[in-house]
């Protein structure tokens, strides 16, 4: 079993930037896919991005991709999301997910889910 508490979410502007950070605990860590995802009041939770256990392969949503990072270092169990040219329609509670799948873009793919972290871009 894992847990996941995220962090470093906050206020920015259109166009601001934002690390956000996923630590983990568990000996296990490097077994696990980990995920972002993000929901905004409304809609349904929607896949961000995701790294796989070795950090070898990464994936993206589309609407992020070229704009969004994820990374992991397994050694500290925390993976990172960086966030650059930030956009009002990416304000939503971002959650991280860790999983036992090799790959997977559905919350049904992740086993653990993080409590969330709240991102808001003003215009």
């Known amino acids: 079993q894992v847990q996941l508490v995220e962090s470093g979410g906050g206020l920015v502007q259109a166009g601001g930037s934002l690390r956000l950070s996923c630590a983990a605990s568990g000996r296990t860590f490097s077994s696990y896919l980990i995920g972002w995802f993000r929901q905004a009041p409304g809609k349904e939770r929607e896949f961000v991005a995701s790294?796989?256990?070795?950090?070898?392969?990464?994936y993206y949503a589309d609407s992020v991709k070229g704009r969004f990072t994820i990374s992991r270092d397994n050694a500290k169990s925390t993976v990172y999301l960086q966030m650059n040219s930030l956009k009002p329609e990416d304000t939503a509670v971002y959650y991280c997910?860790?999983?036992?799948?090799?790959?997977?873009?559905?919350?049904?793919?992740?086993?653990?889910w993080g409590q969330g972290t709240q991102v808001t871009v003003s215009s």
């Open positions: 997910a860790a999983g036992v799948a090799y790959f997977g873009s559905t919350p049904r793919s992740y086993d653990y």
């Open positions: 790294i796989t256990r070795g950090g070898g392969s990464t």
